[in-house]
């Protein structure tokens, strides 16, 4: 019985996933309170709102150290990390939430905030107060496409608990320094990552879910003592093809630690 459930699950948890990797070239997924689960994909450049996507930004609205050249992928994960660096400072030191949390935010040519959401898996409504207050007392200035003031849309993400608010690029930077590093030392990280390569929304091509990913695949070929049981009818109907095979596997490391 526990082995159905546990196909199913894993079933359910590649759909976001699988879904995510259909959002067209140019595009986002967005917070929008329209739209049916509050998000909806939209264009990098929504010229009917005068809205700009931190993508394609030529000046993001908030200190940075993101070259300027970049591509819209390389600008995506420096600017969510920086975003999510810009916000850290911040936050109150009482959140005590373990899970992942997803911002929103758009900055108006006059450099207010506006039409901010944020989210909180599982939810939590203090968690996102506290993201909010801080969010609300950070200055930004406006952003700028080729020399224009305009009008931005930003987003970013964090996990709690995430070793002491570290990024999952740091973590798994510090991970792989470790010339013996034991499993139970590393339990709690990989859970968080685990958690959030399964959460939606999240972007699959950003340096965070990158390596959150690659913190999972660390230990996939290392006794964890899990006994895991990665194989069978199941397993073997999926395809890498849409890195079902993988995604089974983080499904089942994150199962044993929960």
Not at 218 to 227: P, S
């Amino acid at each position: 019985m526990k082995k159905y459930k546990l196909n199913i699950l894993t079933f359910l948890l590649l759909i976001p996933f699988l879904g995510i990797g259909q959002i067209p070239k140019g595009h986002f997924l967005d917070a929008d309170k329209s739209a049916e689960r509050g998000y909806k994909v939209k264009p990098f450049k929504q010229d009917k709102e005068e809205i700009y996507h931190y993508a394609v930004l030529t000046e993001l609205p908030f200190e940075n150290d993101c070259d300027s050249g970049l591509s819209e992928k390389e600008q995506i994960a420096c600017s969510e990390q920086n975003l999510r660096n810009f916000i850290y400072p911040n936050l109150s030191s009482e959140i005590e939430f373990k899970g992942n949390v997803y911002v929103y935010l758009t900055i108006t040519e006059d450099s207010k905030i506006n039409d901010v959401t944020v989210s909180s898996y599982p939810k939590s409504e203090t968690t996102n107060e506290i993201i909010k207050e801080a969010i609300n007392s950070i200055e930004f200035r406006p952003g700028k496409f080729n020399d224009k003031i305009v009008k931005s849309r930003l987003w970013t993400s964090f996990t709690f608990p995430s070793s002491s608010n570290e990024l999952f690029s740091v973590s798994l930077a510090k991970m792989k320094e470790d010339e013996n590093p034991e499993y139970k030392d590393y339990e709690n990280l990989i859970f968080d990552a685990s958690q959030y390569i399964f959460s939606n929304p999240v972007y699959p091509n950003g340096t965070e879910f990158k390596s959150a990913a690659q913190i999972v695949g660390f230990w996939m070929n290392r006794d964890i003592g899990m006994g895991i049981p990665t194989f069978g009818k199941f397993y073997d109907a999926l395809t890498n093809e849409n890195k079902q095979q993988f995604l089974y596997a983080v499904a089942m490391i994150n199962y044993g630690l929960d």
